[in-house]
């Protein structure tokens, strides 16, 4: 049974910095992307940033480019996201996702979800 699971969120104040994981297992994931998407209330989900399993191919939406970066630890099947320069509009449900090549790298098509971590961040 495939589980990805979040920690790392919390609350912030504007300008800080959050680092979110996710622990991913139950499957081999070499031929997966493995990323992160949010959904903040009354929104609907957007991708933020992904990464492909060996970690050479990195992803970002224009929103988070220059502030987040997204990193992979193989060996302990977890991937990162640090977030710098956080900004109110980046509360939201942060959600870690894998999605199987080449159908994540065609359609940004999601396979796996977790359950969300909370990022609030305070003006």
Same mark, same amino acid.
């Given at each position: ?7 790392? /969120?919390? &609350? ?5 910095? &959050?680092?979110? *994981? =996710?622990?991913?297992? /139950? ?5 997966? %992307?493995?990323? !992160? ?25 224009? *929103?988070?480019? /220059? ?13 990162? &996201?640090?977030?710098?320069? &956080?900004?109110?509009?980046? %509360?939201?449900?942060?959600? =870690? ?6 159908? !994540?790298?065609? %359609?940004?098509?999601?396979?796996? !979800? ?5 990022? %609030?961040?305070?003006?």
């Amino acid at each position: 049974q495939v589980q990805l699971v979040e920690s790392g /969120g919390g &609350l912030v104040q504007a300008g800080g910095s &959050l680092r979110l *994981s =996710c622990a991913a297992s /139950g499957r081999t994931f070499t031929s997966y %992307t493995m990323g !992160w998407t949010r959904q903040a209330p009354g929104k609907e989900r957007e991708f933020v940033a992904a990464i492909s399993w060996n970690g050479i191919n990195t992803y970002y939406a224009d *929103s988070v480019k /220059g502030r987040f970066t997204v990193s992979i630890d193989n060996a302990e099947n977890t991937v990162y &996201l640090q977030m710098n320069s &956080l900004k109110p509009e980046d %509360t939201a449900v942060y959600y =870690c996702a894998a999605g199987h090549d080449p159908v !994540w790298i065609a %359609t940004r098509k999601w396979n796996y !979800w977790g359950q969300g971590t909370q990022v %609030t961040v305070s003006s």
